[in-house]
């Protein structure tokens, strides 16, 4: 892999979900620096401002927007707003999440368990259909999505959390899959364990300061969206810097 760098004429375009806080924002942050023009969607108005001024510092570029990821017709809005301005999408970074209560998996509310399947697993499902035409016109088309150790290890009283992370796994590899003959890439990613809100939500005995800040973690991702990335229908795993390939032999 290379690092993140492009030097195009005209900017690559990256839509980064989850971009108000969190790895979503050093990842948007990052590759701003790396000269994409970004996209960058949640819901916090305020958040999204914040990079908004911190990317145009640094001289880069962004288009601004604020939207709840439940909204499965936005997401459609979004995908025709992205074709009608640029025509295509280099980059997509499917990064927002949200972990839903740490519980017996009899004791799991079903309006939290249904709000986790909606927002990690449906909305991504959603967004991949919504931009993977978009991102089949890049002459190097990557998406990156937001995985978790949680997925594999499934630990007691992660369940929602885990089986949400093992579908948009296997989204992605069937996604990678169908897209083996094109130019687009697609991968998964463990970020492994990052100093932001969902840690401190998943974990509120722990000391922030003992973990990797989302910047280091969006740095070890950002080769992901390089043009010249050959992996593809892998996951990512930040902590070994190494892929993984989950696949059983045929
Ligand atoms: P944060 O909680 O810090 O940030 C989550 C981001 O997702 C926010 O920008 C939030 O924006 C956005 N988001 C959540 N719900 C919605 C929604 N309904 N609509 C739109 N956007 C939404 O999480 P992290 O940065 O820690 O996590 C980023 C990704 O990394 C997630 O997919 C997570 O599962 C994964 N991950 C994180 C780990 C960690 O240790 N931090 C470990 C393993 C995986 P807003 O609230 O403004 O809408």
Redesign the pocket.
Known sequence: MTNGQVSAAEPRIALV?????????FVARELAAAGYHIIA????VG?LEELDDEIKLGGGQTTLVP????DMAGIDRLGAAINERFGKLDVLVA?????GTISPIDHIEAKVFEQVMT??VT?TWRLIRSVNPLLQRSEAGRAIV?????AHKCRPFWGP?SAS?AAVEALSRTWAGEAQKTSLRVNSV?????R????A??MPGEDPDT?PH?LDVARAILPLAHPQLTETGLLFDVPTGRFQDYRLPE
């Open positions: 979900t989850g971009a108000s806080r969190g790895i979503g924002y969607a949640a819901r916090t958040g939207l709840d990821l439940k990064n927002a999440g949200l972990l927002i990690n909305a937001l995985s978790s150790s949680a959390y992370k463990n970020p492994g364990p990052t932001t809100a969902m840690r939500q998943a973990l989302p």
